[in-house]
C-alpha cells in the first residue's frame, strides 16, 4: 500500500518526475486489472501464459500493467521488458522487469527501442482489444521475436451468451472491465481472431477457450425474460460460454521477413 501511494504521488518514469493527480490506484487504467494470479486455476489467460513460458525465456510484455504476469515470470527465471502506457501502473512494474518504456505500442518501433533484442514470447494479454490497429501491433511484434519465437494473447469474445441474451434485450451497456469493458476500441468473435492472426501472416498453433457461464460474468442479464429453452440452447454453444480466447500463435514461411518490410 506504501509502495502505490508513493507512485501515486511523484512516480519517475524513464528518469521523468511526474505528478500524476490520480486520487485512487484503482483509477488508473493500467491497474484496473491488477490482482494475485492464482496458478492453480487453469481456466484463466495469466495461468495459461506463464505456464506456457519456458523458464530462462526472453519476455516482451504489451501492456505489462502492474506487472503481475512480471513479477511470476521474473521469479521463474525469466527476464521481462514490459511496454505500459500508464505512468503509475509503469512505475510498479519497474520491480519485476529489467526495463519499462512508458508509452503506447502504436507509437514505438520495438527494434529500436528494445535494441534489437529477440524475444522468445511477446504478450498481449488482453490488450489487441484496446489498440485501434491490432494488426499493425502483431506485424511490430513479428519483427523482435526470435526464430522460433512466438506470441502469446488473450482476446476477450463478443459471442458469449451474456453478450447475446443482453442484445435480444434490447440493451447495450458498457461496463468498466470485461466483455464490454468501455476501453475496448474492437471486438472479436472466434473467426474474428482468426482472421486478425491470419492476415498479419501468423500461425495459431492453438486457440483455447477462456469460459464462463452465463451467470458469471459482470453482464447484467434479466435470465427471467427469457424462454428457459432459449437459455437451454445458448448455454450448449460452445462459443456462448467463451469468455476469452487464448492464442499460442508464430509467425509462417516468409511471412517474418514479409512483416519485418511491411510499413508499421
Not at 492464482?38 to 501464459?49: F, I, Q, V
Amino acid at each position: 500500500a506504501r509502495r502505490v501511494s508513493e507512485a501515486l504521488a511523484v512516480i519517475a518514469v524513464e528518469g521523468e518526475s511526474v505528478q500524476t493527480g490520480v486520487e485512487s490506484p484503482v483509477q488508473a487504467t493500467g491497474l484496473r486489472y491488477a490482482g494475485r494470479i492464482d496458478l492453480s486455476n487453469s481456466n484463466h489467460p495469466h495461468t495459461m501464459a506463464i505456464l506456457e513460458v519456458r523458464p530462462g525465456s526472453r519476455i516482451l510484455d504489451i501492456g505489462c500493467a502492474a506487472g503481475d504476469v512480471a513479477r511470476i515470470l521474473s521469479q521463474r527465471g525469466c527476464s521481462v521488458w514490459g511496454v505500459e502506457n500508464d505512468r503509475v501502473a509503469a512505475e510498479l512494474a519497474r520491480a519485476y522487469c529489467k526495463r519499462v518504456v512508458l508509452g503506447d505500442i502504436a507509437d514505438l518501433d520495438l527494434e529500436e527501442t528494445f535494441g534489437g533484442t529477440a524475444f522468445d514470447a511477446v504478450l498481449f494479454l488482453d490488450v489487441l482489444e484496446h489498440l485501434l490497429d491490432p494488426a499493425a501491433a502483431l506485424r511490430k511484434a513479428a519483427r523482435v521475436l526470435a526464430a522460433d519465437g512466438k506470441v502469446l494473447a488473450s482476446i476477450p469474445n463478443v459471442a458469449h451468451g451474456a453478450v447475446r441474451l443482453q442484445l435480444l434485450g434490447g440493451r447495450f451497456r458498457y461496463t468498466d472491465a470485461g466483455l464490454l469493458d468501455r476501453t475496448h476500441v474492437k471486438f472479436f468473435d472466434s473467426a474474428g481472431v482468426e482472421e486478425l492472426f491470419k492476415s498479419t501472416g501468423y500461425l495459431i498453433e492453438e486457440c483455447r477457450r477462456v469460459t464462463r457461464s452465463l451467470e458469471e460474468t459482470e453482464i447484467r442479464v434479466d435470465f427471467d425474460a427469457f424462454p428457459p429453452e432459449l437459455l437451454e440452447m445458448i448455454a450448449r454453444d460452445p462459443e456462448a460460454l467463451t469468455y476469452q480466447f487464448f492464442v499460442i500463435a508464430r509467425p509462417i514461411g516468409g511471412a517474418r521477413r514479409a512483416l519485418t518490410d511491411a510499413p508499421p
